[in-house]
């Protein structure tokens, strides 16, 4: 399923909401319940996510070496 046919899949069964809440990411969508608002679904480019992961990884381990000298 590529991104385009998930977004009109929920867009056609959930009458949702599209947001981009992160303008550091402009191509993750966030998809919102219409009457109160909330997340239920979130589209992000796996490259990215791959990258965030390994940046946050990486941070983590950083701050276990600095906390044990």
Known sequence: MTRDEFESFVFEN??????????RHPDHQVFRHP??????????????????LLEMSFDATKEKKRASR
């Open 14 to 23: 959930y009458n949702a909401l599209c947001d981009r809440p992160w303008a």
């Open 35 to 52: 009457e109160n608002g909330k997340w239920f679904a979130l589209a992000i480019v796996p490259d990215e996510a791959i990258k965030l």
